[in-house]
């Protein structure tokens, strides 16, 4: 079995994530190709398409949003993932069961003795009447019936994991502050949610996992789960096995992939790129050390924003007062000081309401 080394499987990422060109696909595709993109930090998303599409333009996202045919949701690894909506009603139920047990495990005791499933047909009546509502509005509505739990406790089982909820815009378009206003999937998109398989046969499951190594191939079954947060893939794994391909790591670990990806020779050249924080080229893999080194890998799930240069994690940025600021994790060559300068930019320029195109790069810290 051929086994593919760190910078080959580093090359392989970037190519599949569009960050080793940038791509002309459409911004809705794109969303598609990258199984979503996390968004708990609502502007987040615009920098992570900004960096893998070609001229693109943020309101054309915007846009989606308000078309309704991008939704913000909480999905993978409970978090709030911006998906299409044709993927927001074909995974929701395939999710439930983990989002219901990583609440749990938050709110166990808060919730003891809560039928869930009286709690979530309570929430549904309550929404029914199509007004959007806050988490903790929607909380103080059930209170009455359910004082015991706290509001924090049935506001996030509710909207977190009993009923399908988007998040609605004006939240998560560009260069918009607002709060969370929450409205069922089935009303926002006009039909229910696709309902769970009951035959054993995981329809669901297999397009993900199909999609996953489309997006974040090659990968272990590890990496598969970090991604997505589900423990019940192996049986779809194990019925396209017939129609993948495998390889091994430099550890010995087995991995998957379609036949046809992209896998570029790992002497490929890799622009500087410029991440937004949490972006899932770190966060889904269980094993990020095709991206990113050990000594750094607390970065990604810390929030941080990256700079890859050579396909590598090598610096974080912000910005200051309107400066793009990149902090090196490690020496810059001149050549390397250039490229991200030069990227540095243009991201500025893309992020600044006027012509800004201010950048610092700090002294290396190590």
Same mark, same amino acid.
């Given at each position: 079995?051929?086994?593919?080394?760190?910078?080959?499987?580093?090359?392989?990422?970037?190519?599949?994530?569009?960050?080793?060109?940038?791509?002309?696909?459409?911004?809705?595709?794109?969303?598609?190709?990258?199984?979503?993109?996390?968004?708990?930090?609502?502007?987040?998303?615009?920098?992570?398409?900004?960096?893998?599409?070609?001229?693109?333009?943020?309101?054309?996202?915007?846009?989606?949003?308000?078309?309704?045919?991008?939704?913000?949701?909480?999905?993978?690894?409970?978090?709030?993932?911006?998906?299409?909506?044709?993927?927001?009603?074909?995974?929701?139920?395939?999710?439930?069961?983990?989002?219901?047990? #990583?609440?749990?495990? %938050?709110?166990? !005791?808060?919730?003891? =003795?809560?039928? $869930?499933?009286? *709690?979530?047909? @309570?929430? /549904?009546?309550?929404?029914?009447?199509?007004?959007?509502?806050?988490?903790?509005?929607?909380?103080?509505?059930?209170?009455?019936?359910?004082?015991?739990?706290?509001?924090?406790?049935?506001?996030?089982?509710?909207?977190?994991?009993?009923?399908?909820?988007?998040?609605?815009?004006?939240?998560?378009?560009?260069?918009?502050?607002?709060?969370?206003?929450?409205?069922?999937?089935?009303?926002?998109?006009?039909?229910?949610?696709?309902?769970?398989?009951?035959?054993?046969?995981?329809?669901?499951?297999?397009?993900?996992?199909?999609?996953?190594?489309?997006?974040?191939?090659?990968?272990?079954?590890?990496?598969?789960?970090?991604?997505?947060?589900?423990?019940?893939?192996?049986?779809?794994?194990?019925?396209? #096995?017939?129609?993948? %391909?495998?390889? !091994?790591?430099?550890? =010995?670990?087995? $991995?998957?992939? *379609?036949?046809? @990806?992209? /896998?570029?020779?790992?002497?490929?050249?890799?622009?500087?790129?410029?991440?937004?924080?949490?972006?899932?080229?770190?966060?889904?893999?269980?094993?990020?050390?095709?991206?990113?080194?050990?000594?750094?890998?607390?970065?990604?799930?810390?929030?941080?924003?990256?700079?890859?240069?050579?396909?590598?994690?090598?610096?974080?940025?912000?910005?200051?007062?309107?400066?793009?600021?990149?902090?090196?994790?490690?020496?810059?060559?001149?050549?390397?000081?250039?490229?991200?300068?030069?990227?540095?930019?243009?991201?500025?320029?893309?992020?600044?309401?006027?012509?800004?195109?201010?950048?610092?790069?700090?002294?290396?810290?190590?």
């Amino acid at each position: 079995m051929k086994v593919l080394d760190t910078r080959a499987l580093g090359r392989a990422t970037l190519a599949r994530q569009l960050l080793l060109d940038r791509a002309d696909m459409p911004v809705l595709d794109a969303v598609a190709h990258l199984g979503g993109l996390q968004a708990q930090e609502p502007q987040e998303p615009f920098v992570g398409l900004w960096s893998r599409l070609r001229a693109f333009d943020p309101a054309t996202l915007s846009e989606l949003l308000t078309g309704r045919s991008v939704v913000r949701t909480h999905l993978m690894r409970r978090t709030v993932h911006l998906v299409t909506a044709d993927d927001a009603l074909a995974w929701r139920a395939r999710h439930e069961p983990m989002l219901r047990q #990583r609440v749990l495990g %938050v709110y166990r !005791r808060e919730l003891d =003795g809560v039928d $869930l499933d009286e *709690l979530a047909a @309570a929430a /549904r009546a309550v929404l029914a009447d199509g007004e959007p509502r806050s988490m903790s509005g929607l909380a103080r509505a059930l209170a009455e019936r359910w004082p015991e739990p706290g509001p924090r406790a049935l506001g996030e089982m509710v909207i977190t994991a009993l009923v399908p909820v988007a998040q609605l815009p004006p939240r998560g378009l560009w260069r918009m502050k607002a709060g969370v206003r929450n409205l069922p999937l089935s009303l926002w998109l006009g039909r229910e949610v696709d309902p769970p398989s009951t035959d054993g046969s995981d329809p669901v499951g297999r397009a993900m996992v199909r999609r996953y190594l489309a997006a974040f191939g090659p990968a272990a079954s590890a990496d598969l789960r970090a991604w997505c947060g589900l423990a019940g893939l192996p049986a779809a794994v194990a019925a396209l #096995r017939e129609e993948l %391909v495998t390889f !091994r790591d430099e550890r =010995g670990r087995e $991995l998957l992939d *379609l036949p046809d @990806a992209p /896998r570029p020779d790992p002497d490929t050249p890799a622009p500087v790129r410029f991440l937004p924080a949490f972006d899932n080229a770190l966060l889904g893999y269980h094993d990020r050390g095709r991206i990113v080194d050990d000594a750094h890998r607390g970065l990604s799930v810390a929030g941080a924003r990256v700079v890859l240069v050579d396909g590598r994690v090598a610096a974080t940025w912000s910005v200051e007062a309107g400066t793009v600021l990149v902090t090196p994790l490690r020496p810059f060559s001149r050549d390397d000081r250039t490229a991200v300068a030069e990227e540095g930019r243009a991201l500025a320029s893309f992020l600044s309401e006027g012509d800004s195109r201010r950048v610092r790069i700090a002294a290396s810290d190590s």
